[in-house]
């Protein structure tokens, strides 16, 4: 596999499901199951979003493996009096490629709204990182009237956002933490409008459509290349099992 077609892109958030410890040890051994993985090597972009305190620590793991870090959020502004927070100035310090932004948790755990979603990501772009912009559908719904709602949610969030790639993670919030993934039909439908979307914005160039909500090994061969990759989460908890999806590559066309 000399170079890979359509090049995938795999990511994967611990949510708030792994101690420090842990993360140090599925990050470590993440890389001894992925070295010199043949869908790495062709150009496959892997990158891990552990929680903020193990961000350090795993990107020592992850230093020189091919595997990129980054964090699941982040502040809009650079410095001042945000107790608890972190701003992507320090995130990038921290040699974070990616960070999280918008995800269906935060909108409902912290109040996040399409305001400070699109501030967040001009500060993400703006530091020079790669927006992991979380979108999707609250209700199920045809794909065609899906596609139309993240679109809107895309053209949102970077109104006044930077020139620059975004990874778009479509999770439809009826999907997430659900025992299956949207239907792989419905998947592909949106995945390629979203898709052929960001292919007509000028400053985004590079950008990928990834599927996140209950992602699982085996689904990005039934998709066919329907989206770029997958954001992973719960059925990652196996290091183990994120091989198995590079694997998969191959399917890409």
Do not use: N
Not at 222 to 243: I, K, Q, S, W, Y
């Amino acid at each position: 596999m000399p170079t890979l077609a359509a090049p995938l892109v795999l990511g994967f958030s611990s949510k708030m499901y792994f101690g420090h410890a842990q993360s140090i040890a599925w990050a470590r051994r993440l890389v001894e199951l992925s070295r010199g993985h043949a869908a790495l090597v062709a150009g496959a972009e892997l990158f891990v979003l552990p929680t903020a305190p193990s961000i350090e620590a795993v990107a020592r793991e992850l230093r020189g493996s091919g595997i990129a870090w980054g964090a699941q959020h982040c502040h809009p502004d650079d410095a001042g009096a945000h107790t608890g927070d972190v701003s992507a100035a320090v995130l990038a310090e921290l040699g974070c490629s990616f960070v999280e932004v918008g995800h269906a948790e935060r909108r409902r755990d912290h109040g996040e709204g399409d305001e400070l979603i699109a501030v967040t990501a001009a500060a993400v772009l703006r530091h020079g990182m790669t927006p992991v912009l979380c979108i999707g559908e609250v209700e199920r719904d045809a794909a065609k009237s899906a596609a139309i709602d993240v679109i809107a949610q895309v053209d949102r969030a970077l109104r006044d956002a930077p020139a620059g790639r975004i990874v778009a993670a479509y999770e439809p919030v009826w999907a997430i933490g659900a025992a299956e993934p949207a239907p792989d039909d419905h998947i592909t439908d949106v995945g390629e409008a979203l898709r052929a979307h960001l292919q007509g914005l000028p400053d985004r160039a590079g950008s990928a459509v990834i599927y996140g909500g209950s992602a699982q090994p085996g689904q990005l061969a039934r998709l066919g290349g329907g989206v770029d990759g997958l954001f992973l989460g719960r059925f990652a908890h196996d290091p183990a099992a994120v091989v198995s999806i590079l694997d998969e590559a191959k399917v890409l066309p």
